[in-house]
């Protein structure tokens, strides 16, 4: 390990991976050490013995939940919007062609007491339980003004300033109701709370057209999902990144981030030997996330914690027509909370798990200090649970933004239903390490016949 | 009326032993000495016609480099058809290397995969440290096919990917068994990403056969 590296990338979760790809495709050499034995950190898909080991040290998984092998379980619930920035990472580098994607067959929302389907087609719109009739009519309203904005065409605005104008503004100009706002800022535009409704409402519309275009291009739901478990994605990305020359190190664990005098990344102990970089990017555990503060300089700083429940069911959960993947949505006024609560459910359509068992993750970011209580009323939607994982999660960032020092360190991964916050962090991290911007060029094809 | 038919072919071994090179001269007739460890082609593909006018499209994944430090992704094996596995007949270590390989697709890749163990750089026989009988004797215990070939000269190459092609179970389209899939060409029901259609409902990708 005497070699000098260009950057040293630790973890392999879905943000290292991806960023350890588009850096080897960009030319530059890189190490990627993870200290596990397997792909995936956080963002890992377990099979049942991995999932035993680690939530049930004790216990071996009970032989009735069938082969070892046929599991794929997330630690982290998330799906990709079909539209989104990931899609178009994933075409841009090609890896594409080492993953298989199914769609989430349906996208719901609780409203009430009870969930409803959340319209893919205006059909389903026009006979949604969600909206009465005339509100109908005024939502159909608010659609059109959206669709038809242009920027440059002022008349298209009916006196809305997106960049202005907060979302409680344009909801008052068409009228809608309370539920409306709830089903349009929480299952459309995916805000976990309701801050955005004071705030401009250009991220919103950006929120809502990525949702729509998203349901627009396969149809069921907006998102889409790999078969055999979300941890193929931080694998596909780690292949890439070896195919254009990045060396891969499991199974190592790292002893020390040695910086200099100054505090500048200097290179990573493991396994008593130093090896050298100008850079290092990593997971927020790699650089003290959860003990005691290194040497007086804190690296990283818990920003919240996400309780997540992993639910193992023997049947569809009730009232989604039997979906075989879904998400259900519990905006956070229905529950009287400042938090939605997110439900994220696949099964053996997917290859994450043996036939007639379905996986259902709820979620939610924890506002007590009874996290398990917070996820109450998404548990009382599933039905009878066969067996239930739960773990409390902290969420870190980074204090410094790592242009001083060369240590570059990832977020964790937040309780959003998608991937885009994912894909931000890497564009951010890709900025700071490499000076400018990413752009995504076409991999230059190499399949050979 | 030809059929053809896709699988996908995982090649496995000690570093050096010429796993990238065998590719190379199945799918390009190439060779070159120096070649350095495999950058940037690590997906081939490459089409053997059967006596019967049958195709079989091998779809060739490289390790690119992940077996060096233990660090294959499951991915790799998934949906594996057929795996060749080879090693260096100068190097004995190298086929202890094979046989620990050929035990890890034995635990990890779908049972009915074809292996092929395959000693390399027969050009070499000079220096041959690894005898037929023994490499021979192991296949036989193991069930496996069992070839040496020549990267440089050639020897055997055509010969051994053809002989894979004739045990691959031709009778069922991969894509129709359980497990397979995630080739680009065959029978699959999930979504395709680099079709760019909004509006477009149900994007089932049809069967192009």
């Known amino acids: 390990m005497d070699e000098e590296y260009d950057v040293i990338v630790l973890g392999t979760g879905l943000t290292e991976c991806i960023l350890s790809g588009l850096l080897s495709v960009e030319g530059k050499k890189v190490l990627h050490m993870d200290r596990n034995d397997y792909y995936g950190g956080d963002s890992a898909s377990l099979n049942l013995t991995q999932l035993y080991r680690k939530f049930r040290p004790n216990q071996a998984p009970p032989a009735e939940l069938g082969r070892d092998r046929d599991y794929a379980v997330d630690l982290i619930p998330k799906f990709i919007i079909a539209s989104g920035e990931l899609t178009r990472i994933l075409v841009h580098t090609d890896v594409t062609r080492y993953l298989e994607f199914k769609q989430i067959a349906g996208s719901f929302v609780y409203r009430d007491g009870k969930i409803s389907k959340v319209p893919s087609t205006e059909m389903e719109a026009v006979k949604s339980p969600l909206m009465g009739l005339f509100e109908k009519r005024r939502a159909k309203k608010f659609f059109e003004f959206l669709q038809g904005w242009k920027d440059d065409d002022p008349t298209t605005h009916q006196g809305i300033d997106l960049d202005k104008d907060s979302m409680k503004t344009v909801y008052e100009k068409f009228g809608l109701e309370t539920g409306t706002q709830d089903f349009i800022g929480h299952a459309m535009a995916l805000y976990l709370d309701d801050d955005y409704i004071t705030k401009p409402a250009r991220p919103t519309y950006d929120r809502i057209v990525l949702y729509t275009s998203s349901m627009a291009r396969y149809g069921k739901s907006p998102y889409i999902y790999p078969l055999y478990g979300l941890g193929e994605l931080p694998q596909s990305f780690a292949r890439l990144s070896a195919i254009y020359g990045g060396t891969y190190m499991l199974d190592k664990p790292i002893d020390a981030i040695v910086t200099d005098a100054d505090g500048k990344f200097v290179g990573v102990t493991s396994g008593g030997e130093t090896v050298k970089a100008k850079q290092v990017i990593g997971d927020p555990s790699y650089f003290g996330a959860g003990s005691e503060s290194e040497g007086g300089k804190m690296r990283v700083v818990e920003v919240g914690k996400v309780v997540r429940a992993i639910c193992l069911l023997k049947h569809p959960i009730p009232g989604t027509d039997d979906s075989d993947s879904l998400q259900i949505i519990i905006p956070q006024n229905q529950v009287g909370r400042r938090n939605d609560i997110y439900i994220a459910m696949v099964s053996s359509t997917h290859n994450v798990c043996a036939k007639d068992i379905y996986v259902a993750i709820v979620s939610t970011i924890v506002e007590t200090d009874k996290a398990e209580l917070e996820i109450a009323p998404g548990l009382n939607l599933l039905g009878p649970i066969h067996e239930k994982f739960v773990s409390i999660s902290p969420l870190y960032a980074p204090t410094t933004s790592g242009e001083s020092d060369n240590i570059f360190i990832t977020r964790s991964y937040d309780a959003t239903s998608h991937f885009e916050t994912v894909v931000e962090d890497v564009q951010d991290i890709w900025k700071r390490v490499m000076g400018s911007d990413l752009v995504l060029k076409k991999r230059e094809v190499e399949v050979h016949e | ?209």
């Open chain 2, 1 to 209: 009326m030809s059929k053809q038919l896709q699988f996908k072919l995982v090649l496995l071994g000690e570093s050096a032993v010429g796993k990238s090179s065998l590719v190379l001269r199945f799918v390009k007739d190439q060779f070159d000495d120096y070649r350095e460890s495999t950058i940037g082609a690590a997906f081939l593909t490459q089409t053997v016609t059967l006596e019967d006018q049958t195709t079989v499209k091998f779809e060739i994944w490289d390790t690119a480099g992940q077996e060096r430090y233990k660090s294959l992704a499951p991915m790799y094996y998934r949906n594996a058809n057929c795996a060749v596995v080879v090693y260096d007949i100068t190097q004995p270590s190298s086929l202890e290397k094979a046989r620990t390989w050929i035990r890890e697709l034995q635990r990890q890749a779908d049972p009915s995969i074809v292996i092929a163990l395959c000693g390399n750089k027969s050009d070499l026989s000079a220096r041959r440290q690894v005898s037929e009988e023994e490499a021979k004797k192991y296949a036989d215990e193991e069930g496996l096919m069992w070839a040496e070939t020549s990267a440089k000269t050639g020897e055997g190459v055509t010969e051994i990917f053809t002989a894979i092609a004739k045990k691959l179970p031709l009778t069922a389209p991969p894509s129709a068994r359980a497990g397979a899939g995630r080739t680009p060409t065959g029978a699959r029901s999930g979504v395709d990403l680099n079709k760019q259609a909004p509006g477009a409902k149900g994007q089932e990708e049809a069967c192009n056969c």
